[in-house]
Every structure is written in C-alpha cells, then in structure tokens.
C-alpha cells in the first residue's frame, strides 16, 4: 500500500532531512532577503529533476505530475524566511548570522517540503494528480510573501482545488499534530500613534499641554474598542507595546509615541473597529486640546480552514500516523501570512508538534533559545506526502 511506502521512504531520507534543516538553520535570512535560502532550495529541486519558475524575488513553485491520469491538484506549502532574533542556544548548527535566526521553524519547514517532494517524486507512478510545492518568502514582514506570489499567480496554471501547510508547534510533543477546523488564527494589523501637545516645565503644567497625561486617557478607552464594542463570540484583541515619551522627570515632551496591534477573527468588525479607534483617540486628543496622528498598517487577513477539507485532512492523518496522535487545537490569536491562501482558496493550516521536555526543548517560537525535536521529521515529510495522496483521490 501507498502508506507504507511513503512510511518507509519518510525513514529513508529522515538523515537528509536533519542535515539540510541544520544548514538552513545555520545559514538564516530575513524577509525578502531569502538569496542563499533560495538558492539551496532551487538546487535541491535540482537534485530531483524537478522544474520550478521563481515568484516574489526568491519564491519558488515547481511542480510533482503523477503518471495515473488526473486533473486533480493540491498545493503544498513551506516558508523560508528567519527572525531578527540573536541565537543563545549553544548547539553545533547554530545560526552563524549573528542577529538573524530561524526562532519561528521556517527552516523545519523548508527542510520537511524538500523531503516530501523526495518522497512523492520517488512514488509519482504510484498516483494521479498535480502536487504544487509553494516555497514562499518573507511570511515574518508585511505585505507578506504569501500575497505577493498570490498576486503573481502562484494559485494558477495549474489552479489546486485545495492548499495544505504545516507550521511548527512547540505546545505539542514530537510525534503528534493538531487541527481546528474553521478559524482559526487572527487578522493582524499594526497602529503608529503620535499623540502631540505643548512640552514645558514639568513644575508648570497649567502652560502647557501634557501629551502624556492625553495618551492615557486615550490609551484607556481604547480598551473600549473590544470590551464594549465588539461582539464578545468573536474574539478581538488590543494590546500596545511601545510607548516613548522622551521627557524627563521635570519636563513634559511635545509629543507621545505609541505601537499597538489589533487582532481579531471579523473582517467586518476589523473595518468598523479601524474607524472607531480612529474617531476615538482623535477625539480625545482633541477634547484635551492636544492632537494625534492615527495609522493603521493593514496587515495578514484571518487563517479559516475549511470545513470539509479539514475534516477529511485530520482523518487522513489519523490514518497514517493514529488518533491518539492527532490533536484537537483552540483558536490562536497571533497571525500567518498563509491566511491570504485561506481567504481565496480551500486551505488547511495544521501545526506540527515538535517538543521534548526531557530534551529541554520546549522554547516557545520567536525566542532566542527556541529550537525543534528534530525526531518530528519522522513524521513531517511522509505526513505531507500521505495528505497530498489523499486529496488527490489516490
């Protein structure tokens, strides 16, 4: 059968598989400057005769034609790029760009594609149907490389009538993978706010115009945007992380500095809750007799998994590797530029787990000491390759 084949072939190229996920992670890249990532991966498809057409500056898409006569296709996809993150762990493919690392799994990402495309090209006579690797960039930096290889075409010639990815996890252990199905991830935008008044002595304030003291009245009811505004079945989340008021303890400044994110799973509600917040802290400002600037970055779209493709994914991959090893997982409120696939085509975005406790591997991503149970690629490439398979009616 299919699956034992791919079983075996996933035991076959596991040693490959490590050894080119540590060369990805020694080597690592920020967005849009994936060249060398690129370059690796481009001569992999190579090594495997495959064919691939470039797509925003260092994304790559080749495709995997089965022998058996199909029109089916399913698309498969991998992310490449790194964080600004300095590495601490002390381990022998340890990032060698001192303040890039791959603290977000890209590399376990890249590295599991490249050996499920080993896989399905070594088993091409054994089903029907295209398989479309996707190989994007730049899914840590807005616009996102998942819009602008959309926008490039990447979802057509041929056109999947489904998109499939899996992302690192290190909540859930080595061995195992989660799925949601329906939404599941968050809209991400990012808000610049420049709250202005009149700096002066901090002993006289009745002179000036304290921006400070505007900035957290504003900063107040903001949190009315969620709590009173937003429809509380549909989660919403505004949080500020950065605020600069570069006075001193006897000078109030001219002006405040503010970054914010605000998150949530209604593109409906995102629109009205942009103008509201807007109103608002202009308002305030105003009342105050003060002013701000207001700026909302548009960011990534809610990741949704569709029902049905959902469904009949988990219960593939229940089938290949047992229940007991397939788990349910809750919404997450951080963002993934995969949204952009979901939102256009039928997707399903599932995590990979990749913790060991008793290795002390359990960092979440976006840390320095974040690191991967390499023993999950014993299931990543033949996984990918079993789900491919099955959507493809094989």
């Given at each position: ?15 490959d598989v490590v050894a080119n996920r540590r060369h ?371």
């Amino acid at each position: 059968m299919i699956k034992e084949q791919i079983q075996q072939l996933s035991k076959n190229i596991f040693n490959d598989v490590v050894a080119n996920r540590r060369h990805l992670h020694s080597h690592p890249e920020l967005s849009f400057q994936e060249v060398e990532t690129s370059a690796f991966v481009a001569g992999k498809l190579d090594e495997l005769g495959l064919k691939y057409e470039r797509m925003a500056d260092n994304g790559l898409v080749a495709l995997i034609k089965g022998d058996k006569p199909s029109d089916k296709v399913v698309a498969l996809r991998a992310d490449m790029d790194a964080l600004p993150i300095t590495e601490v762990n002390e381990v022998s493919y340890k990032s060698q760009n001192i303040g890039v690392m791959h603290a977000c799994g890209h590399d376990a990402h890249t590295s599991s594609l490249l050996g499920t495309a080993k896989i399905l090209t070594d088993l091409k006579s054994q089903f029907g149907g295209t398989v479309k690797l996707i190989f994007q960039p730049a899914e840590e930096k807005l616009p996102g490389g998942a819009s602008i290889m959309i926008k490039e075409g990447v979802l057509e010639n041929p056109k999947p009538q489904a998109v499939l990815g899996q992302h690192v996890m290190p909540l859930i252990e080595a061995g195992k993978v989660g799925f949601r199905a329906g939404k599941y991830m968050a809209s991400t935008d990012e808000i610049y706010v420049t709250v202005r008044g009149k700096g002066g002595h901090g002993a006289q304030p009745q002179q000036n115009v304290d921006p400070v003291i505007i900035m957290a009245h504003m900063l107040t009811a903001l949190q009315q945007i969620v709590s009173r505004f937003a429809d509380p079945k549909s989660p919403s989340v505004l949080s500020f992380g950065k605020v600069i008021a570069n006075g001193a303890t006897n000078v109030i400044p001219n002006e405040v500095y503010l970054e914010g994110t605000f998150r949530t799973m209604d593109e409906k509600w995102r629109n009205e809750a942009h103008i509201k917040m807007k109103k608002m802290a202009e308002g305030i400002c105003e009342s105050m007799g003060g002013s701000c600037e207001f700026n909302i970055m548009r960011g990534y779209p809610f990741l949704i998994n569709e029902e049905k493709l959902t469904a009949a994914t988990r219960g593939h991959a229940e089938d290949y590797l047992g229940k007991e090893n397939v788990l349910d997982l809750d919404i997450w409120m951080a963002a993934e530029d995969f949204a952009y696939y979901s939102q256009v085509a039928d997707s399903c975005f599932y995590r990979l787990g990749t913790r060991n406790e008793s290795r002390g591997i359990t960092s979440s991503v976006h840390t320095p000491t974040f690191d991967v149970e390499e023993d999950a690629f014993k299931i990543s490439t033949g996984l990918m390759a079993y789900l491919a398979v099955k959507q493809l009616g094989n």
